[in-house]
């Protein structure tokens, strides 16, 4: 035991050793178990404020990545009404052209008007015909029908070579053609 309490510190080497470390079985004097501590709670305070340091770091940098976010967000919905807005304005063209090219329809309801109008008169001519034929055959008659077959050959009946039509040729278009449209994003 007296050789126990001869041992030298082994931090400072000068003073007397009064505490041993079981562990690694060495002597410490009180100065170099404080100066043990002191620099534990150095390195623990550095450790801490380094910690501290990070954590506001990545507050901040949450922060900005959720403004980035909602940045992207943006862009995004941005993106799509401009789009949205083509497509509307393209449809609406389209719709006009419709329109201006169904004028031929109007033709054809002119057409049938006129039709119409072909078939009254021969309607018309028809009941004189019928009257003619209960009459006393004179001269009169015959003036008549004569007068009838010129009434006949004045109707005019406009023959159609061609009927119009359309039709719409649906396109078909997938999600990922849709998503094309619109930018990429990256998260790293």
């Known amino acids: ?3 126990a309490a001869s041992k030298t510190c082994e931090m400072c080497m000068s003073a007397a050793g009064s505490q041993y470390c079981l562990d690694c079985e060495e002597y410490y004097c009180e100065n170099s178990i404080a100066q043990l501590r002191g620099e534990n709670e150095t390195r623990i305070n550095s450790k ?11 507050e901040q940098n949450l922060i900005w990545f959720d403004n980035a976010v909602e940045s992207v967000i943006k862009a995004i919905t941005d993106e799509s009404t401009m789009i949205k807005r083509m497509i509307d304005k393209s449809v609406a063209e389209m719709i006009s052209l419709v329109k201006e090219q169904s004028e031929k329809e109007k033709k054809l309801i002119k057409m049938m008007s006129d039709a119409e109008s072909v078939l009254d008169a021969g309607l018309k001519l028809d009941k004189e015909r019928l009257e003619l034929d209960k009459i006393k055959q004179d001269k009169t008659m015959i003036q008549k029908i004569k007068h009838l077959q010129e009434e006949i050959n004045k109707l005019q009946i406009d023959y159609l070579t061609e009927f119009p039509y359309i039709f719409y040729n649906r396109k078909s278009v997938t999600e990922d053609e849709i998503r094309q449209l619109i930018g990429t994003y990256t998260i790293r």
């Open 48 to 58: 801490r404020d380094e910690a501290n340091q990070n954590m506001k770091k990545i």
């Open 1 to 3: 035991m007296a050789q």
